[in-house]
């Protein structure tokens, strides 16, 4: 903790330039370069999650035939990559994306902050989040493959070798998992403190951009929820080592215990990613308009709200799972009630853009498509958190194409709105529009022939983890529908190419990015593109005047209102 | 860095940077957050499994000692006063200081000790983390407590030997207490729920 009293424009490492050489950017505490390695990180870990969903989509549309670039897929292989994929989108590329590389690059640029108020236990976030990464790639290559008993980790499957076949992969899987707590814990504190103690002076609560307090609040819900998970994983982790029983029945085990444990999380952990991508979508949508952001106060309220109410809708994942009827009511209700926060917030983005000169970029593509998106996740949502639905759906591929209709547009939808929003000032480089649409274009309408067809077969019946639906007599008949799919993810993964294709061309002669290219108002676009170490000369850090949304003022020349002008100018 | 103090609608601009609290106290805080959640993340998760169990502890399983953890629990609870008293020293002098925090520190280790020996009977006894859900639960949020109480004596240690040099800041000293507190105001749960 010698370093916590630090204050925030103390910290030594100004005195030097930015990191020196490829292992400089491992030891930088700048946190520019801690948001990209978190970036290129995600991205890296999205493309594997990304081929595994490839892989094992192949073997469900032609099973036992060789898949291109992989070979014959056997149904252990298949378990772990059905496993792994889920738990890399969400540990490794949802929540390092969106909160981790966005927050840290973001918040400090936002409120006006040379850095993080703990910028070497931000660095000490990365390393942890690296080592995490490699200890998952790692643990799909050691001896009995990796871990196939599903993101979600169900004893007595997990926590017995006997049962799941792979000792060392089930093991590092717990330990991989655990140690990407740690790292997003040690950057949600500096989140939370870089959010309250060091805003620019001028800034009050009701100035912040909304990204960053959706930001932050969504830090504020994991730390709130992954204790008892914490709590889990080392039961787990000794169940699967040391031989103790904590879910075993046989000993006096509980097996679902760890079901509430691992909800207690897994159900905020659903809104600790929702929230960023809620407050990219509310800032893009709020520059794109060129209108005030309707109900700021409102918006914020809600994001609480939302956050209070996660933390009682857990037991809708285990309304099978023998829990007592009336539980079951209650978690109903609260999972219906928890719909109305969530659409208050899109209405708040509607009323936004009602009335505004909408100009249509691609972020703002992506920030609208987001909406439309979640928005048929939110609904199908209402079938499955009613017990007596889900007693029919519940595990099947209804649930699946429900959960990636919600996540899909909040990691995947979501990263790209922020990346190309903000890429301008990361890189100094403008993106080309004209592939950013093609680019959307390919990966939303593919991504939309991927899924429908898996509510059809859900509908129908069709369970999730099975390795060949062909064993199946009443469910082999629907072979078209798993090829449509298949063939829709091929086309998306295809459509990504676009976007290398478009990043290798920025890089190379993009046009350079002024100071402010979207005539935004918030802090960031005051620094140079891209922002030097220490965000703004130490003589010209910005002040504060009003708030983040001033757009389309009456009275005024120009059509935005940046925070930093200080009124005496227009006078 | 002075700001122009202009005004709007009313509004006049600070003229720096506000702080809520210290940057080290407020991150202590919310890490605490996170472990009061995992204590009670293990506490709730105990309760569980007492409910479920037809007879706990097992009956071939040895009894926790409840008088000697009283005793040992009241060690802590006073080693946590001598902090507070610590820190109210602090405001009259920083000379006055090194008495009460030495205290602290000092039965903060009587504490771990004596759980150490409670366990090293304990596992004599027949109650190890594998003999029963029972004994697993007790080595489990036990051990929690304890790994979390060395990690704030060291804290402590640290705080005392900059004390000694004169290098502990005030804020310092609080970011440490903030965590102690913690650990010292969590053993009572543990202890009525595990013990008791």
Redesign the interface.
């Known amino acids: 903790?010698?370093t916590?009293?630090?204050?925030?424009h103390a910290h030594d490492s100004h005195a030097h330039e930015g990191p020196k050489g490829i292992l400089g950017y491992f030891w930088s505490t700048d946190h520019k370069v801690i948001a990209q390695l978190y970036l290129w990180t995600g991205m890296f870990m999205a493309l594997i999650g990304g081929l595994m969903a490839y892989v094992f989509r192949m073997q469900l549309a032609f099973p036992g035939k060789p898949v291109p670039g992989f070979g014959v897929v056997s149904p252990v292989e298949y378990n772990a990559l059905v496993t792994n994929h889920g738990t890399i989108m969400i540990f490794w590329v949802a929540m390092p994306v969106l909160i981790a590389a966005f927050g840290n690059f973001l918040i400090p640029l936002m409120i006006g902050a040379d850095d993080m108020?703990?910028p070497r236990?931000n660095r000490l976030s990365y390393q942890v989040f690296l080592l995490s990464a490699i200890v998952i790639l790692a643990s799909l290559v050691v001896e009995g493959g990796g871990f196939g008993g599903a993101w979600t980790a169900y004893p007595p499957l997990s926590a017995n070798p006997a049962y799941n076949l792979t000792p060392l992969g089930a093991t590092l899987w717990v330990v991989a998992v655990a140690l990407e707590f740690v790292a997003f814990?040690l950057g949600?504190?500096?989140f939370?403190?870089t959010l309250?103690?060091?805003?620019?002076?001028?800034m009050k609560a009701y100035d912040i951009p909304m990204v960053c307090w959706m930001i932050v609040i969504a830090s504020?819900l994991f730390?709130?929820?992954?204790?008892?998970?914490?709590?889990?994983a080392?039961?787990l982790l000794?169940d699967q080592t040391?031989?103790?029983?904590?879910f075993n029945p046989a000993?006096?085990?509980?097996p679902i215990?760890w079901q509430?444990?691992f909800w207690?999380f897994g159900h905020p952990e659903v809104y600790v990613v929702l929230l960023p991508a809620i407050g990219v979508t509310v800032d893009i949508v709020a520059t794109f308009s060129r209108r005030k952001l309707f109900g700021y106060r409102l918006l914020l309220y809600t994001a609480v709200g939302i956050g209070v109410l996660s933390f009682f809708v857990w037991a809708h994942h285990q309304f099978i799972a023998g829990i007592d009827p009336r539980m079951a009511n209650i978690f109903t209700v609260t999972t219906l009630l928890i719909s109305i926060p969530v659409i208050e917030m899109f209405f708040v983005v509607f009323a936004t853009m009602y009335g505004g000169s909408i100009r249509l970029t691609v972020p703002m593509l992506w920030a609208l498509s987001f909406l439309a998106e979640f928005m048929i996740g939110g609904m199908t949502g209402i079938y499955l958190g009613s017990s007596g639905s889900d007693i029919y759906l519940h595990d099947t591929y209804f649930v699946l194409a429900h959960f990636h209709y919600t996540f899909f547009p909040i990691a995947i939808i979501g990263g790209f709105a922020a990346f190309t929003y903000w890429f301008p000032k990361m890189y100094g480089k403008m993106l080309d529009e004209r592939l950013g649409k093609i680019h959307f274009w390919g990966t939303i309408i593919s991504f939309n022939f991927i899924f429908i067809p898996l509510f059809i077969l859900g509908g129908l019946g069709q369970h999730r983890r099975i390795y060949n639906f062909q064993n199946f007599p009443e469910l082999a008949p629907y072979q078209p529908l798993r090829v449509v799919a298949t063939t829709a993810l091929v086309v998306m993964l295809l459509f990504q190419l676009v976007f290398f294709w478009n990043l290798i061309k920025s890089f190379r002669r993009g046009v350079p990015a002024p100071k402010n290219p979207w005539e935004s108002n918030t802090l960031e676009w005051t620094a140079d593109s891209p922002p030097p170490h220490g965000n703004w000369p130490?003589?010209q850090?910005p002040?504060?005047?009003?708030g983040p949304y001033e757009y389309g003022h009456p009275g005024r020349e120009s059509d935005f209102w940046p925070q930093n002008v200080?009124?005496?100018r227009e006078a | 860095?002075t700001?122009?103090s202009?005004?709007?609608a009313g509004?006049a601009?600070?003229?720096?940077?506000?702080?809520?609290?210290?940057?080290?106290v407020?991150?202590?805080l919310?890490?605490v957050?996170?472990?009061?959640?995992?204590?009670?993340?293990?506490i709730?998760?105990h309760a569980?499994?007492m409910a479920?169990?037809t007879e706990w502890p097992?009956l071939n399983q040895p009894r926790l000692p409840v008088v000697v953890t009283l005793l040992n629990t009241v060690a802590l609870l006073v080693s946590g006063g001598m902090l507070a008293w610590a820190q109210r020293a602090w405001r009259r002098s920083s000379q006055t200081v090194n008495p009460p925090l030495f205290g602290a520190l000092a039965l903060g280790l009587f504490f771990v000790l004596m759980q150490g020996r409670e366990w090293v009977a304990l596992i004599r006894e027949g109650l190890t983390?594998?003999s029963?859900?029972?004994g697993?639960?007790f080595y489990?949020i036990v051990g929690?407590h304890a790994l979390h109480a060395l990690a704030a004596i060291l804290?402590l240690a640290?705080a005392w030997r900059r004390l000694a040099v004169g290098r502990l800041?005030e804020?310092?000293l609080a970011?440490?207490a903030v965590f102690w507190y913690f650990v010292v105001l969590v053993w009572p749960f543990i202890y009525i729920r595990v013990y008791l």
Do not use: C, K
């Open positions: 903790m010698a916590t009293t630090v204050d925030a108020v703990f236990i814990l949600g504190i500096n939370i403190v309250m103690n060091a805003r620019a002076p001028g504020i730390m709130l929820s992954v204790g008892p998970l914490i709590a889990g080392v039961m000794f040391l031989g103790t029983g904590f000993v006096g085990g509980d215990l509430h444990l207690f130490p003589d850090m002040v504060v005047y009003r200080p009124p005496a | 860095m700001a122009p202009a005004s709007l509004r601009v600070q003229a720096r940077r506000q702080q809520v609290l210290p940057n080290g407020l991150g202590m919310v890490f957050l996170t472990e009061v959640m995992l204590f009670a993340g293990l709730s998760a569980i499994a479920g169990a097992p983390l594998t029963s859900t029972y697993g639960f489990l929690a804290a640290w800041a804020a310092q970011t440490v």
